[in-house]
């Protein structure tokens, strides 16, 4: 495998992610406000967008070097049935997108290839981002327990 193909299948293996995240957070959204959580929906809305952001980089860079990006989530959403349950899957993903951003950050930078490089680099970024939210989260519902850490979530977003 030439070093373009590895770095080809790395922007795809990453858009598959990418677009998967953006559907599991659009079922989140989904998800929050059918339990009334419509604050937390929209931080999952503001999460949905930036993954679509990142879908987009990728498949725009994979033209760029001559490949053809495949519109195909990495896998099925699964419906959260706690707000734990939730939070602990997605914290799951974002450590395993951290490694996979970083691993193909150093095989885009042994290409030669600063520009997939710095993307893999940025996108890594954002995910240590997300997944220090997700560890709050998950640390303020086990202190403050789901009842107490639900009645936050309750009512207008502060964007509304």
């Known amino acids: ?5 590895k770095t080809l299948e790395n922007l795809q293996t990453a858009l598959s992610m990418e677009l998967a995240a953006v559907n599991q957070y659009l079922l989140h959204i989904l998800t929050a406000e059918d339990w009334g959580l419509d604050k937390l929906a929209e931080k999952m809305r503001a999460e949905m967008l930036e993954e679509l952001g990142h879908a987009e980089e990728y498949a725009r860079r994979m033209m760029f070097l001559g490949g053809v990006p495949e519109m195909k989530p990495a896998k099925v ?12 899957v997605d914290l799951a993903d974002e450590k395993d997108a951290i490694r ?3 691993q ?10 600063i520009g ?8 890594a970024m954002d995910e ?9 989260q998950v640390s303020l519902l086990r202190r403050m327990g789901e009842p107490a850490f639900t009645a936050l979530q309750i009512g207008p977003s502060e964007t509304a």
């Open 116 to 123: 997939t490089r710095v993307l893999f680099e940025r996108t």
């Open 128 to 136: 240590e981002g997300h997944m220090a939210w997700l560890d709050l």
């Open 77 to 88: 959403p699964a419906k959260a049935q706690s707000l734990q349950d939730m939070f602990e």
């Open 1 to 5: 495998m030439n070093d373009k193909s």
């Open 104 to 113: 193909a950050a150093r095989d885009a930078d042994a290409a030669n290839d």
């Open 100 to 102: 996979f951003y970083s």
